[in-house]
């Protein structure tokens, strides 16, 4: 009876972890418990039954935003569990993609645009594909073709034939028909765009107002200018008549800063055309001599003009003093290389003291080099007994010390000079010069002091990889050690 009744007693209690599993259960509904789960079990305890009575849940239903969130990051957490590998790699692709295209267009913007901007958009579109088939896929012939068309559009648009812009275009099919290796067509053109430029300048030249410099583009910076406005400020002009007036004016100045730029391009092509002519192409050295000569008489005959004119020697839109000094120094080198030493110094002279005075004195490689080659002019000759012809007058123990003055000048220059990509050619010349004091000592019978010079010049030569040169010097070393012996 007793076991009966404890039986009944434990069925009748009801099992509340039933109940929370039921609870649990129905948690993540978005509606109330079921109400079979809230109705009262016969026979329960009042007190038993509040205690586990469940409460109702109340949720916020997720907008569109949300769940779009939640799914892409469940998705980007499949992506990477899925894809360690290629993942990474896509997203480093994309990235190397996107900075390869920037770069792309900061160029295009910084520096391939504004090439072009001076030049009407048919005129550019041409030269881009010029361009192409010659600094990117070298085919003349279709560069060629560009560049004809460029030059024809720019006709029919009226630019003016001997602008930069139109100029440049000439240019530069002679420098495509150079890198093609078609040396004997670039000559031509260049010598066609050579002679044309120089007849359009010698007829402006010839006119009274351009030879004493009588332009408005001087009279507009003077006192003459000042009093011409101040006298014409009480009339009434027509404003169509001023604004002729100024038209006229600006083309006047224009014009005339065109015939210096295209003077000096002259001088520039005819060096150019000196260059092609010595090269193994051709090796033609009589019709290089002529070019040099030719660039070197307009350039003096130009400083001239402006000394009497009483204008600028060198710089504006004329060629700077350092430009005509290397015009001199190009044509000395040439009368150097083929034993013309006395037609050489005096070009040499001429071009140091315009460099010199451009550069205010300050050293530089240019001054080094010229240095260095007006002492071989006068001691080459001076060493093997021989008077300098530009100068019979002076002996030569005379030529001997001046050629000393002029190589220890220009080792005491080179040393001062800043570190450049120039620095090559100046520590050439620096160890040219000290082999020049070298065999100066050797004259005067010092051979320590001759071998402390060779040993130096040979260091740098070997420092440059100058290695003929320092093979020189070594025979040099070789034949003084012998006769100290």
Aim: some cysteine; overall charge neutral.
């Amino acid at each position: 009876m007793l076991g009966a009744a404890a039986s009944r007693r434990a069925v009748a209690i009801p099992r509340t972890l039933a109940h929370r599993h039921h609870q649990h259960a129905f948690s993540f509904s978005t509606r109330s418990i079921p109400s079979i789960l809230r109705s009262r079990p016969t026979g329960a305890p009042t007190s038993l039954l509040r205690s586990v009575q469940p409460t109702t849940i109340q949720t916020r239903p997720i907008s569109f935003a949300q769940r779009m969130k939640r799914g892409y990051q469940e998705a980007s957490r499949g992506i990477w569990r899925n894809n360690p590998i290629l993942l990474p790699l896509a997203l480093l692709s994309v990235a190397t993609a996107t900075a390869i295209f920037s770069y792309i267009a900061y160029k295009e913007a910084t520096e391939v645009g504004p090439q072009y901007h001076k030049f009407p958009p048919p005129v550019a579109e041409r030269l881009r594909t010029a361009i192409y088939y010659t600094d990117v896929k070298l085919n003349p012939v279709k560069a060629i073709d560009a560049y004809s068309e460029a030059i024809k559009l720019a006709t029919e648009l009226h630019m003016h034939p001997y602008s930069d812009e139109v100029m440049g275009i000439r240019l530069q099919v002679s420098k495509c028909l150079e890198m093609a290796g078609l040396v004997p067509a670039a000559i031509q053109v260049l010598e066609k765009t050579r002679a044309d430029a120089y007849h359009w300048v010698r007829t402006r030249m010839e006119t009274e107002a351009f030879k004493n410099g009588e332009s408005d583009y001087f009279f507009a910076r003077g006192p003459s200018a000042e009093k011409g406005e101040l006298a014409a400020g009480p009339m009434k002009v027509d404003p169509a008549i001023a604004e002729t007036y100024e038209k006229m004016k600006e083309a006047e100045i224009y014009e005339y800063g065109q015939v210096e730029k295209t003077l000096a391009k002259v001088v520039g092509m005819s060096i150019k055309l000196a260059e092609l002519y010595k090269s193994d192409y051709i090796q033609d050295d009589q019709k290089a001599e002529e070019a040099l000569e030719f660039a070197v008489q307009l350039s003096l005959g130009e400083v001239q003009r402006r000394h009497q004119a009483k204008l600028p020697i060198g710089g504006g839109n004329w060629m700077t003093l350092t430009e005509i000094g290397t015009a001199l120094s190009e044509l000395g080198q040439h009368y150097a290389s083929q034993g013309k030493l006395d037609l050489s110094l005096p070009l040499y002279l001429r071009a140091f003291d315009l460099i010199n005075a451009n550069e205010g004195g300050t050293p530089s490689c240019k001054q080094v080099t010229l240095m260095y080659n007006i002492s071989a002019c006068i001691g080459n000759p001076a060493l093997d007994g021989v008077s300098p012809s530009s100068d019979p007058g002076v002996s030569r123990a005379e030529a001997i010390e001046a050629t000393r003055k002029w190589a220890q000048g220009a080792i005491e220059r080179a040393a001062k000079v800043e570190p450049s990509e120039e620095s090559v050619e100046c520590d050439y010349s620096c160890a040219a010069a000290k082999v020049m004091l070298g065999q100066l000592a050797v004259f005067h019978n010092k051979p320590e002091e001759a071998l402390k010079y060779y040993y130096e010049g040979k260091d740098i030569y070997d420092r440059i990889e100058a290695l003929s040169d320092a093979e020189d010097v070594s025979r040099l070393i070789k034949d003084l050690e012998k006769k100290k012996k």
